[in-house]
Every structure is written in structure tokens, then in C-alpha cells.
């Protein structure tokens, strides 16, 4: 088994050959008459070549192929180089008197650059990107009260409807229907469409037809009250189950989904779009302290509870995260469903929306700003969906009989 004191030994090994060889190299540089520092940066970035390949394939058994781990794999390196570089140049400055100073002030180096390597090696370059449980920043949990949220109305449904069909706020109309519009193509004609925690009613403005909206809570444009942990509904009777950013709010998502099993006919679907807790949600969640997070929930527990049941706006936002983060995981949890699509997405539009319900002050943008701002999430959550992501987009579909 590749187990914690096995990657030990292994990354060791790994170390002192690299280190051997860039030692080699770094006493032959420096009798050529080459200066310290270039010298072992020159050494360094061998040993870095080095180490890399033999700890992907032998160490940690991980394939690294990327973007995303790409751009940890280099920010785990640049720290390490930098602080080994910072420590090399220092310890040359105080054993200067010695001499020995160039090959004790070598070693030190190396050993602050192996602990920074093996840390973030383990915990940030060789897993899957956004991986819940290889969290390293921020993990939390962290649930701040409802008192300390710096978001204005929240809660305040009727608000936010009167205010956005009035205003319809640019920046929130861009997300919303970025949200919702790629869910029409799984709307057939006749199919019986079901929203579950309808919230303010938006979808309506999105979708190419209405869906029957449900909250557990009573308002004027709501079909039905309808509890999502217990769906009092006819077996096999829908076709379609919408859940547009409320499943962190569930106290039990497990009894949702075994809800979503019995109600949808075969082939059914339920589309979804949620929270991603990549590391910037989590700072913007500590900033506004707005919502929180724990990654310690046991979603796949029957009688785990999530979040408060006497609550409705408890949340947790790392929900869908250990939900989708292993499909092989749910599918195994809930056999009747497969998960057909799990894409992540969403950046700079989410915070530059002000809030779907509570909300901050933000301008407004004009069209081409925001389409470039989309693209330009694109981008960056191609490149490191694990720092960037704030939201996910799921479809499960219920297996034929």
C-alpha cells in the first residue's frame, strides 16, 4: 500500500538522489567559477526536474497531467525555491567566517526546500483538483451567525423578486441566465418540470417553460409547499427535478437524492447548480461571513444532519463539493442515478452579481464587459478549478429499468 510512512521513505529517496546529484553539480559550478547563487539555482533546477518525474510515478503514483496541476505543482515550487533560496543566503551570510559556510548553508537550504516539497506535494499537487478531504488552505469547518453577515436583506425573498423584475439588475441577469440557460435542452415539451426550493422565482425568466416552483415556504408565485428531505409526491411521476443553488442548505441531502430515485420516471433528470468551495469562495466567505463550510459532514450518512432543520438558511456550503467531488462515490450511494455531467465554473461573475437574495453593493457593467468577464473565468477555472471554481454544474439521470 502507498501509505503515508511508504511516501516518506519513498520521497526521501527521491530527495537524496536529487540532492546528491545537484550537489555534484553545485561543487562543479562553483570550482568553474561560477557564483553561489547561480550556481545553485542552476543545481536547483535540475534536482527540480529530477525529483518531479521520480515522485509522479514512484512516490505518490499520481498522473499530474493538466492545467490545473500545472499551476500547483509551480506555486509549490516557486514557494519552495524561494524560501530555500532565503535560507541559502542567509546561512551564507552568518557561517561566513567558516569554511564550510557554502556547503552547510547548501544543505539547509535543501532540507527547507524538501519540507515545503513534500507538504505541498502530498497535500496540493498530487490530488484531484478540489479534492474536499486534500484541502490544505482554509479548510475550516467555519459557520459564522447570521448577526455577523456583512450582505444586506438576507432572507428577504419578496424583496429581491420586487426589486430584480423591477431593476433587472445587468450583472445578476448575466449570472442567473448563465445559471439556468443550459439546463433548456434537457426540457422536453411534455415533461412534468419540478423546481425544488423555487427561492425568488427566477427560473421562470430563464427556462423556455415554467417549472412547477416549490419552496417550504409559502409565497404568492410558489405552486406548492413542498419539504425537499420529503417529497410527498406520486412515484415515477416526474420527468425533470430542478435544484438551483439550495442543496447546501438541505439538513439531510441524502433523503433529497433517495427522493430524487423514487420520484423521476426512468431516464428522468435532475439538473443541478450549486456552491463550489474552491479557495477563493472560501475567502469571499470569510470576507462577508455571508454563509460557511465543513467538510467534516457525512453527506452519505441517512441520518447525518448537514445543516439546521429549524433553520432554512443554515448553510453549508461544502455540500455539492463532497457530494460530486468522487461521482464514482454517489453513484455507488445512489444506484439509480448516474451522473451524466459535472462541470465546474463561475469567478469573477458571482461575486460582481451583488447577491441573488442578500445582497452587497456592486456597479453595474455593460454587456461586452460582463461577456469578457465570463470568458476570462473560463479561462482561469480551466486553468486552476481548484483555486478558482465557485460553482458546479450536475446532471444526474435515472437509470431505465
Known amino acids: 500500500m502507498n501509505t503515508l510512512p511508504v511516501q516518506v521513505m519513498r520521497f526521501g529517496a527521491v530527495g537524496l538522489t536529487a540532492v546528491a546529484l545537484a550537489y555534484v553539480q ?26 518531479f518525474f521520480l515522485n509522479r510515478s514512484w512516490t505518490f503514483r499520481h498522473d499530474t497531467s493538466g492545467f490545473d496541476a500545472s499551476i500547483r505543482f509551480l506555486l509549490v515550487h516557486a514557494s519552495s525555491y524561494c524560501a530555500s533560496m532565503l535560507t541559502h543566503q542567509v546561512s551564507v551570510h552568518l557561517l561566513v567566517p567558516h569554511q564550510s559556510a557554502h556547503t552547510l548553508a547548501f544543505f539547509l537550504a535543501i532540507a527547507v526546500s524538501t519540507l515545503i516539497n513534500f507538504v505541498g506535494s502530498k497535500y496540493f499537487v ?15 469547518p467555519f459557520f459564522p451567525p447570521h448577526s455577523a453577515n456583512r450582505m444586506k436583506s438576507e ?24 445559471r439556468y440557460a443550459w439546463m433548456n435542452p434537457y426540457l ?17 425568466l430563464y427556462l423556455k417553460r415554467r417549472p412547477i416552483f416549490t419552496d417550504a415556504i409559502a409565497h404568492p408565485w410558489i405552486d406548492r409547499v413542498l419539504d425537499a428531505t420529503h ?78 432543520p429549524s433553520d432554512p438558511w443554515s448553510a ?37 452579481s451583488g447577491g441573488v437574495i442578500a445582497k452587497t453593493a456592486m456597479p453595474q457593467l455593460p454587456v461586452w464587459l460582463l461577456r469578457a468577464v465570463q470568458q476570462l473565468d473560463r479561462a482561469l477555472v480551466a486553468l486552476a478549478p481548484s483555486v478558482f471554481a465557485m460553482g458546479r454544474s450536475v446532471v444526474l439521470r435515472k437509470k431505465a429499468i
Open 316 to 352: 453549508n456550503c461544502a455540500i455539492p463539493q463532497l457530494l460530486f467531488e468522487d461521482p464514482g462515490r454517489f453513484e455507488a450511494e445512489f444506484p439509480q442515478l448516474k451522473v451524466e455531467k459535472n462541470a465546474l465554473g463561475e469567478f469573477l461573475l458571482f461575486p460582481l
Open 155 to 178: 432572507g428577504a425573498l419578496i424583496q429581491a423578486r420586487a426589486n430584480f423584475l423591477r431593476d433587472r439588475f445587468r450583472n445578476l441577469d448575466f449570472l442567473l441566465r448563465q
Open 188 to 204: 422536453g415539451d411534455d415533461a412534468v418540470v419540478l423546481e425544488i426550493g423555487s427561492g425568488a422565482g427566477f427560473a421562470e
Open 26 to 51: 553545485y561543487q562543479w559550478l562553483i570550482s568553474q567559477g561560477l557564483g553561489s547563487g547561480a550556481a545553485y539555482f542552476i543545481a536547483y533546477g535540475c534536482s527540480l526536474v529530477v525529483s
Open 126 to 140: 498530487y490530488t484531484a483538483p478540489g479534492h474536499a478531504s486534500k484541502t490544505l488552505f482554509l479548510k475550516g
Open 231 to 308: 417529497m410527498d409526491l406520486e412515484n415515477s411521476s416526474i420527468d425533470c427535478i430542478i435544484a438551483s443553488h439550495n442543496i447546501h442548505h438541505f439538513y439531510s441531502p441524502y433523503k433529497f437524492f433517495k427522493g430524487c430515485e423514487r420520484l423521476l420516471k426512468p431516464g428522468g433528470v435532475v439538473l443541478i447548480q450549486e456552491l463550489n468551495t474552491s479557495l477563493m469562495l472560501r475567502l469571499l466567505l470569510r470576507l462577508m461571513r455571508h454563509e460557511g463550510w465543513s467538510y467534516e459532514v457525512k453527506v452519505f450518512d441517512e441520518f447525518a444532519i448537514a445543516n439546521d
